[in-house]
């Protein structure tokens, strides 16, 4: 399956290459400069805005401290007439870095490796930051309180406008079996981030532990990342769903970069990726029993925050021995 980057760029990478130097990726160097900016102080009462550009602060390295680099985002936004002078940090807009990966401290950026995310925001300004901030790679219109995604059939999808660059991110999630890289198409999929436990891996852990190679439905998949877990823990079929096919389109694709290669891709049919062992489907959870004739061990539903879940497990009841809500 074709795993190339709509921007056509190396965004999509094998997780053997995502995880190869992680722990120093956003590590600052002896070099590095330690900033103390105030987050909900105006950052032009604690700095000369007008000094920013593409090398203030920036070490021989390579990397710049994310306070530096929001400062820089924010200092566009000035100029553009988005913000004014009484701007903070905090308010400026959501930073997400890409590869998402947990970290105890403030990171330092390499080129590339930020995603934001503001309702504010307009085309002109973007294209400005993606030109200027070499750290950004994308810039999103939306509001974080919104969930990107399809919460249920009977509802519309969020989306956030990409306004410039790429929104392809890439999380780094903990399992016990191995750690996964969990591409999202970010304007598309809901927004998590990284955590050194998984509370979601650790509810499905204890869950596994019960059973040998157990048969998995992933009613609500998502990107995949509860699905595959479940192939890295052994279990002998996978069937992955989710009603937003640009969800089970990013399914197929962790599923190619973390070692699950995929056989055949046809989003005309009902199985729209397979591979040895697993399937994926992208249909309506209550749908799934006129397409599946067989009986799970476990069903696993991860609905969105606020969605009433009880006709999911009505249906999951209906193909699995087990029922997971996560």
């Known amino acids: 399956m074709e795993t190339q980057c709509r921007c056509g760029d190396a965004c999509i990478q094998p997780a053997s290459m995502v995880l ?22 105006p950052l032009a009462s604690q700095m000369d805005i007008g ?22 985002v924010l200092k566009i936004m000035i100029d553009e007439g988005i913000k004014d002078e ?19 401290s403030i990171p330092y950026l390499p ?3 930020l995603v934001i995310l503001s309702d504010e925001v307009n085309k002109k ?9 070499r750290e ?8 974080i309180m919104e969930t990107a995604g399809l919460k249920d059939s009977d509802l519309s999808p969020n989306v956030y406008e990409l306004l410039a660059g790429c929104e392809m991110r890439c999380d780094i999630v903990q399992t016990p079996y191995g750690t996964l890289c969990i591409h999202k198409d970010q304007g598309k999929i809901h927004i998590e981030f990284p955590q050194v436990k998984s509370p979601k891996i650790e509810i499905l852990q ?12 992933d009613c609500t998949c998502g990107p995949g990342t509860l699905g595959i877990t479940c192939l890295k823990a052994g279990a002998r079929e996978v069937v992955f769903n989710d009603i937003w096919f640009p969800a089970v389109v990013m399914t197929a694709v962790n599923l190619e970069t973390n070692g699950f290669p995929v056989d055949t891709w046809d989003p005309e049919k009902d199985v729209i990726v397979e591979g040895e062992k697993f399937k ?36 999951a009841g209906r193909l699995g021995k087990e029922v997971v809500v996560i």
């Open 111 to 113: 080129e590339n490796s």
């Open 86 to 104: 009484r701007s903070t940090l905090r308010d400026t807009c959501v930073p997400i870095i890409t590869p998402a990966y947990p970290l105890n």
């Open 136 to 143: 950004v790679k994308g810039v999103l219109k939306g509001n």
């Open 20 to 41: 190869k130097d992680i722990e120093s990726f956003y590590r600052a160097c002896t070099l590095c400069k330690t900033w103390n900016l105030k987050k909900f102080s």
């Open 206 to 217: 204890k869950v596994l532990e019960k059973y040998d190679a157990p048969s998995v439905l």
């Open 125 to 133: 300004c973007a294209q400005r930051i993606v030109k200027e901030v």
């Open 280 to 315: 994926v489907y992208s249909l309506d959870i209550r749908q799934l029993k006129n397409v599946l004739d067989e009986k799970f061990d476990i069903c696993i539903i991860d609905a969105f925050p606020g969605i009433d879940t009880e006709e999911f497990v009505e249906a």
């Open 51 to 72: 000094k920013i550009n593409t090398t203030f602060g920036l070490c021989d390295c390579g990397r710049r401290h994310l306070d530096i680099v929001i400062a820089h």
